[in-house]
């Protein structure tokens, strides 16, 4: 396993993290979600992430349960802030009071005394930047929270949190988590070049476009049983033939180079520098130890410009 800086901080993070959207605390049992943790840390994994509203919690607590077997200090643990966790008019968002409620309640289901990096999971248009930061801010001051970052924000509002994190010499973003894969390059326009610029690294999620990139889905009409596509329903724009028809012009490439589709998928990302990990999502223990493997795949000029050929 290879690691990157997270930013322009001194931190460094395994270029293949795990994380628990749709996973753990959710529809893979329990044993499995275990291993497949365990696997990760065995396999050089460093960085592992969740959020509050992953199954309101739940994957929270399993995560932190499973990482307490670890030395604290071998680990980076993340986690995020903005969505809904209750009724009232307060229980969402990036409100000082929200943040301050929701970092307490996520150290308390993770049973971890600080958090290595805290997000805010959407930017939030009806609370100043200046109180979202300054919250986080005193969050870093009290130990709770090392690092901060965001999640989906555009190129404009992490420039204003910038502006205002050096106005009021607050603690700066160093990261942006952004969807990213061979099917979505939205940020290749705008999110990369600031972050290059700025010193905020990307750590992406869905980089296998949820297991289209595995070469698993073989036509737009059935998808495998207990799959993502099966289980999230998806539209025919999200696993189309002419998509699937691309992955399996790729796994010609990947099978060339003696690995898995996956592996392929991985590895274009990674030829990012601006990108510090790429996220992976694993329901079993030998997909992670599969998906682990990219980070030590360093593609060629001429084959990313024929995989350019067939994403265009």
């Known amino acids: 396993m290879k690691y990157r800086r997270l930013g322009k901080s001194g931190l460094k993070v395994s270029e293949i993290s795990l994380g628990s959207w749709l996973t753990y605390g959710g529809y893979v049992e329990k044993d499995n979600a275990v291993k ?64 301050m409620e929701q970092c307490h309640a996520s150290l308390k289901r993770l049973g971890h005394d600080y958090i290595d990096l805290y997000y805010c999971h959407r930017y939030h248009a009806e609370t100043p930047i200046e109180e979202t930061l300054r919250a986080l801010d005193d969050l870093v001051r009290q130990g709770k929270v090392l690092y901060i970052g965001v999640s ?16 009021y010499l607050l603690d700066r973003i160093v990261v942006n988590q952004p969807v990213y894969n061979m099917f979505n390059r939205g940020i290749e326009q705008e999110i990369i070049p600031l972050g290059e610029e700025k010193g905020i690294s990307q750590v992406v999620y869905s980089p296998l476009a949820q297991g289209l990139l595995t070469g698993k889905y073989k036509t737009a009409g059935q998808a495998p049983e207990g799959s993502r596509a099966a289980k999230l329903n998806w539209k025919e724009e999200q696993i189309s033939e002419e998509k699937i028809g691309k992955v399996q012009e790729l796994s010609i490439i990947a099978d060339e ?42 593609l060629p000029a001429e084959v990313l410009e024929r995989i350019e050929q067939i994403l265009a």
Not at 153 to 163: H, I, K, R, V
Not at 257 to 276: E, T
């Open 36 to 99: 497949a943790i365990q696997t990760a840390y065995d396999k050089g994994i460093n960085f592992f992430d969740t959020a509050n509203v992953y199954e309101r919690g739940a994957a929270e607590e399993l995560l932190g349960q499973t990482l307490k077997a670890y030395p604290r200090e071998s680990y980076v643990l993340a986690t995020k802030v903005f969505g809904k966790m209750g009724d009232g008019p307060n229980d969402m968002g990036l409100s000082r009071k929200h943040i």
């Open 257 to 298: 180079l003696g690995i898995q589709m996956s592996q392929l998928a991985l590895a274009w990302i990674l030829r990012q520098p601006n990108v510090a990990s790429a996220l992976v999502g694993a329901s079993r223990p030998e997909q992670v130890a599969e998906n682990v493997q990219a980070s030590e795949v360093a």
């Open 152 to 167: 989906m924000w555009t190129a404009a509002q992490m420039e204003a949190a910038l502006g205002t994190a050096d106005r």
